[in-house]
C-alpha cells in the first residue's frame, strides 16, 4: 500500500473496533493539520455502548505513512505502547488507545482530547491565551513532568526498551547537525567539543517524552488534559525532558519576526526556566539537579540540530517559509547562549 486509501483505513478501523465493539462504527474520516512523521485523523467512532447521545465519541487515527518502513519516529505502534502504559498513572494525563491495527500500513486510534495547543514563546495564535492561562499552563506542565517522572518503566511493562546514555544522546544530535551544511552550523562544533568534555554520569531511566513542551500539550483552560505527540518517546535521563521544558521558556531561536500586542503578552507571560525549575522540584521533592546547565545546553544544540535541517530543506522550496530563515538568523545566539551554560 504506497498510498492511503479512506475507505480501507476506515474498513481496517470498524473491523479493529469491533473485535471490542461488536456494533462499532466509523464516520466522518478527515484529515488533520500536522503528522509530520505519521498521518493523522479525526473520526467518530459510534456503537462502543456509551451512554451518550447519540452513542459517539471522537476519535484520531495515528497512521504510518505509506510506503515507508514503521520504524523510529513512524512506528506508530510504540507510541501506542507507551500511551496504553501510561494512561491510568496517577497525575498523569495522555489520550486512551481504543484499539490498534499492525497491518500495512499501522495504525491506532485514540480518545479525541479536546483544548488549545500554543507555545507561548515561538507560536502566533488568532486568539493566544491569556496571561494568566499562559502562567498556569507552564507551572501544569513542570508539575506533570514530575508526575510523569515518578513512573517506573518497569512497573508499567516498558523494561525492554533501549536507554541511551547523554554520550549517546549528543552523538545522535550531533550527527544529525553535520547533515545541515557549514552555512548553517555556525560554532556548532565548538559547543559539540564543550558538550563531549563535560558529559556528565546518565540518571535512573525514565520515561521521557523526547519533546515535551506546551505546544505538544491540550489544556482546557487551566488544566492539562493531555501530553500528545510521542514519537520521540524512549528511556533515559530524566534531565532531558526538564531541561527542554525549561528551554522553550527561552528558546533564544525564534521562527516569528514580530508579534501582535496580544500573542506578545501571551509570550512575556511565560515563566521562566527557573521559575518552572522550581515548580518541578516542589512536587518531584527533589534538590536541584546535577550537571542540569549541561542538559539545557544539550537541549540547545539538538534544537539548532533539527531546526537548521528544517531550514536547509526549507531553502529548497520555490517559496520559502520566512520563518525557517529567521530561525537560521537565530541559532548563532543560541549556540553562543549553550556555549555560556558550559
Not at 507510541?79 to 496517577?90: K, M, N
Request: hydrophobic residues 45%; proline residues 8%.
Amino acid at each position: 500500500m504506497t498510498e492511503l486509501e479512506p475507505g480501507e483505513l476506515v474498513a481496517r478501523g470498524e473491523a479493529a473496533a469491533r473485535e471490542r465493539w461488536p456494533q462499532a462504527a466509523i464516520r466522518g474520516l478527515e484529515p488533520l493539520q500536522g503528522g509530520i512523521s505519521s498521518l493523522t485523523y479525526s473520526a467518530r467512532l459510534t456503537g462502543t455502548g456509551l451512554d451518550t447521545d447519540p452513542d459517539e465519541r471522537a476519535v484520531v487515527f495515528k497512521v504510518a505513512p505509506p510506503g515507508l518502513a514503521p520504524v523510529r519516529n513512524r512506528d506508530v505502534l510504540r507510541q501506542a505502547r507507551v500511551l496504553r502504559a501510561l494512561h491510568g498513572a496517577p497525575g498523569v494525563q495522555v489520550p486512551e488507545v481504543l484499539v490498534q491495527d499492525g497491518g500495512s500500513p499501522p495504525f491506532f486510534v485514540m480518545e479525541f482530547v479536546a483544548g488549545e495547543a500554543y507555545e507561548p514563546k515561538w507560536d502566533v495564535s488568532a486568539s493566544p491565551p491569556s496571561p494568566g492561562l499562559v502562567d498556569a499552563r507552564a507551572r501544569a506542565a513542570a508539575v506533570m513532568l514530575a508526575r510523569l517522572q515518578a513512573v517506573d518503566p518497569a512497573a508499567v511493562g516498558l523494561a525492554g526498551e533501549p536507554v541511551l546514555s547523554p554520550a549517546q544522546e549528543l552523538e545522535r544530535w550531533g550527527l544529525l547537525f553535520a547533515t545541515a551544511g557549514d552555512e548553517l552550523r555556525g560554532d556548532e562544533l565548538s559547543l559539540r567539543e564543550a558538550l563531549a568534555r563535560q558529559i556528565p554520569e546518565p540518571g535512573a531511566a525514565r520515561i521521557l517524552h523526547g519533546d515535551y513542551r506546551l505546544g505538544n500539550m491540550q489544556f482546557s483552560g487551566e488544566r492539562l488534559a493531555a501530553i500528545i505527540d510521542w514519537e520521540l518517546w524512549s528511556l533515559g535521563d530524566p534531565r532531558h525532558d526538564l531541561a527542554w521544558l525549561m528551554a522553550f521558556a527561552d528558546p533564544i531561536q525564534q521562527r516569528v519576526s514580530r508579534r501582535d500586542a496580544a500573542n506578545q503578552t501571551a509570550a512575556d507571560a511565560m515563566p521562566g526556566p527557573g521559575e518552572l525549575l522550581a515548580e518541578y522540584l516542589s512536587t518531584a521533592g527533589l534538590d536541584v539537579p546535577a550537571d542540569l546547565n549541561w542538559f539545557l545546553a544539550l537541549c540547545y544544540y539538538k534544537l539548532g540540530a533539527t531546526m537548521s535541517v528544517l531550514a536547509k530543506r526549507n531553502r529548497r522550496q520555490a517559496e520559502p517559509d520566512p520563518g525557517l530563515e529567521l530561525v537560521a538568523a537565530t541559532t548563532p545566539p543560541m549556540i553562543e547562549r549553550a556555549l555560556a551554560l558550559l
